[in-house]
């Protein structure tokens, strides 16, 4: 939970950083909307490629999670036929 809430405070850190460095820069208020625009876009598709990088990697663990359970589930039955 901590490696979570840090990673989603860093994300928020830096959508806040790059605001501000394009609300202050000394550009005209078309070329900041652009570039506003441009790291809204990089950030979602960022964003999204990291959801689905998480949603792998928990798929992974949950049928690693089966795989262990039911080797267990075999295990222990065994164990009870030896002992009769």
Excluded: C, N, W
Aim: charged share 40%; no cysteine; hydrophobic share 35%.
């Amino acid at each position: 939970m901590g490696k979570a809430r840090f990673a989603i405070g860093a994300i928020i850190g830096a959508v806040a950083g790059v605001i501000a460095g394009l609300l202050t820069a000394p550009k005209p208020g078309k070329d900041t909307r652009a570039d506003l625009k441009d790291k809204a876009e990089e950030l979602k598709r960022s964003t999204s490629e990291k959801i689905e990088d998480v949603k792998h990697r928990g798929e992974e663990l949950v049928e690693d999670y089966k795989k262990r359970s039911e080797q267990a589930k075999k295990d222990v039955g065994e164990g009870f036929k030896a002992k009769k």
